[in-house]
């Protein structure tokens, strides 16, 4: 085995970084006129620039992911679900919300009920997502953080109040004292249902901030939902927040709760069931990761595309310089030593590139809403003064998007991105390695003859 | 009689282009003495260059054996001769084959500096072979700052770094005006005594050939053509 020794590699060094970077320009004793423009920062501009859309694609989608499950988990589904049968009274159904929120890593738990109904104004009509929910959600921290108002209040504070979701207030045409109609169908008897129409009035209009999540938000309280909602179509559960949803702690959470409902003399009992969020939102994650892979997968291409244009780059240098690596075998240095020339100066290439895209990409990354709405305000400011009736363009439609990105730098990503980016770069350097290696001495016999 | 530094026997090498095959060294012999400037001639195309690479170990032969300095140069593989390399040979071209990145010193220096010498030794070396060749004021010029002339001196300088026992020459004049052509010609005189060396010397300059102890005529075979010494 040949062994690599610091000091067999510190010529190497000397010899490698005069290749890459040409003569000194400065030299007192022989002012230097021509120095030989390298292909190297080149090379290292190429790889940078194909790790910047890498590192804003992964913060940004993963922030979008990031906030759009934080939204969920928050304001709508909770972190735990359970299922409880309409029925249950009152009392019963307090006391069992009481239990639960009295066990250990429970954050909050709060009743809600819902249904659908249609939602009328005279303006216009549309269908409703009726959420009725027990005024205990005002003690729940994550869903005030995550709701935001457009005036009034969060949670309606009588029976004939209602707290409007941002869209459905503006399709409805209806702003904050306003009267709605709610139409809901209740069974009469035999089977036959019956419309049933109650009048509210708009104590307030919300947002998540995700359009898909609360554009048809009714919300009234759970007493109101009880009376409104058909009871084979609602839906009756406490919803139950923990310390951290996240983590490995929720599944022992779920079986405490399993515990507490057969103590309570539920358990068997039909119409009860547990659900994680993850089982909840189950096909929604798994589009979330889906789309991330993909576009990964098309980031890792533009990554391997410069690392062939580093490999081409690397080979034409040692294709021009035939000459001077046959003159250097001349004297005895080996191939595996001009292999190691190519194989340090692509590596080299690779992690300059890959330190000076993660800088640029991270920071971007990093200042990303404010990129955005300079951009967006700058192209409005264009549009406006070539044609002063267009319409105000957003770059992040928040039908699909969050409005605001919430970025969190992942430092396991940057180590990933960094560590095969000089992986990749140190494997593609081996083409132009080998073919230094066969560069044969003999080639300056017969130079230009 | 010492022990000859260079010994060939039945030493051929043929180049073959197509179905054509041309018979470059038949069944040569050859040997040399060490400490002796040797010098080869021969009309263009006879392989004078060929045969210099064979004892640098630049081009590899058909068969026969060939022992330089105790190397027996048949049974070298890649790795192996490129310590040959660096031990037991100095190479001067026609052309002077310097690295235009590097100084007239760094130039120098090179060679050593790659063999393992340690950074201010080889440079040391460097700068003594430069005062050797009379360009120790041309230090810190980079070689297309050098004349012609200047130029080869330097690759004389930088085949001496390590310490070769043998220099192989190859038209070193090749390039060179009247005036330079004899102030290298001093120069190549001289490096048997000062740098403890054996010079082979290919050239078509009769001048030139005039330093030599030994003279070979390289035609088919190779035959002696004079010898002034021993
Ligand atoms: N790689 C090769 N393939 C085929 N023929 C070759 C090859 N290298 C050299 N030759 C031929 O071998 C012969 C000897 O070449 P060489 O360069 O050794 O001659 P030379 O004596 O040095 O000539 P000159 O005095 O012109 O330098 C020439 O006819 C040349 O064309
Ligand atoms: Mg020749």
Known sequence: MHQIKARNLKPLFFLGLRFLFGKPVQNPKAPVHRVRHSAFWGAVLGISVSIV????????????????????????????????????????????????????????????????????????????????????????????????TDGGTIY?????????????????GVGVGDTVTLITLR?????????????????????????????????????????LLNPSTAYAFIGIKTVDPYGAGLNALASGITDQLSQSGFSGVQGFSLRTWRDIERSLFASFSSTKSVLILIMAIAIIVAAVNLASALTTYVIEHRTEIAILRSFGVSSQQTASIFLLGGAATGTLGCIAGSAVGI????????????????????????????????????????????????????????????????????????KSSRIAPAELIRHGQ | MNEPIIECRDLIKTFSSGAEVLHILDHADFSLEKGKICTILGPSGSGKSTFLAILGSLERFDSGSVRVDGYELQTLQEKSLSVFRRKVVGFVF????????????????????????????????????????????????????????????????????NEPPIVL??????????????????????????????????????ELATIGDTSFLLKGGISNASDKGS
């Open chain 1, 53 to 148: 859309p890498l590192y804003i694609v992964l913060f940004v989608s993963n922030g979008m992911i990031q906030g759009i499950t934080d939204r969920y988990l928050e304001t709508k589904t909770g972190h735990l679900q359970l299922a409880l049968p309409f029925t249950l009274t009152g009392e019963t159904r307090e006391k069992l919300q009481r239990d639960i929120a009295g066990l250990g890593g429970v954050a909050s738990a709060s009743f809600e009920v819902d249904g659908i109904g249609l939602a009328a104004s005279s303006r216009g009509s549309t269908s409703a997502q009726v959420r009725g929910l027990d005024q205990s959600i005002m003690a729940d921290e994550g869903f005030k953080k995550f709701i935001q």
């Open chain 1, 156 to 172: 309606p504070e009588k029976q004939n109040e209602a707290v409007l979701g941002r869209y459905l207030a503006r399709a409805l």
């Open chain 1, 187 to 227: 069974d009469a008897h035999e089977g036959q249902m019956l419309p049933r129409l109650s009048i509210f009035r708009v104590a307030g209009i919300v947002s998540s901030g995700y359009r898909e999540l609360d554009a048809n938000w009714f919300i009234v309280r759970s007493e109101a939902a009880l009376r």
């Open chain 1, 363 to 434: 920071f971007i990354s990093f200042y990303i809403n404010q990129i955005l709405s300079g951009i967006q305000a700058a192209i409005n400011f264009v549009s406006r003064l070539l044609a002063p009736a267009s319409h105000p363009v957003t770059l992040l439609n928040p039908d699909y998007y969050l409005e605001r990105i919430p970025i969190s730098i992942n430092w396991d990503y940057i180590i990933i991105v960094v560590g095969v980016g000089i992986a990749v770069s140190a494997l593609v350097s081996l083409v132009p390695a080998v």
């Open chain 2, 94 to 161: 026609q052309f002077h084959f310097l690295l235009g990145d590097f100084s007239a010193l760094e130039n120098v220096a090179l060679p050593g500096y790659m063999a393992g010498l340690p950074r201010a030794d080889a440079w040391k070396r460097a700068t003594q072979l430069l005062d050797l060749v009379g360009l120790r004021n041309r230090a810190h010029h980079y070689p297309s700052q050098l004349s012609g002339g200047e130029r080869q001196r330097v690759a004389i300088a930088r085949a001496l770094i």
């Open chain 2, 169 to 206: 020459a190859d038209e070193p004049t090749g390039n060179l005006d009247a005036a330079s052509s004899e102030e290298l010609r001093s120069l190549l005189q001289r490096l048997p005594e000062a740098a403890k060396t054996t010079l082979v010397l290919v050239t078509h300059d009769s």
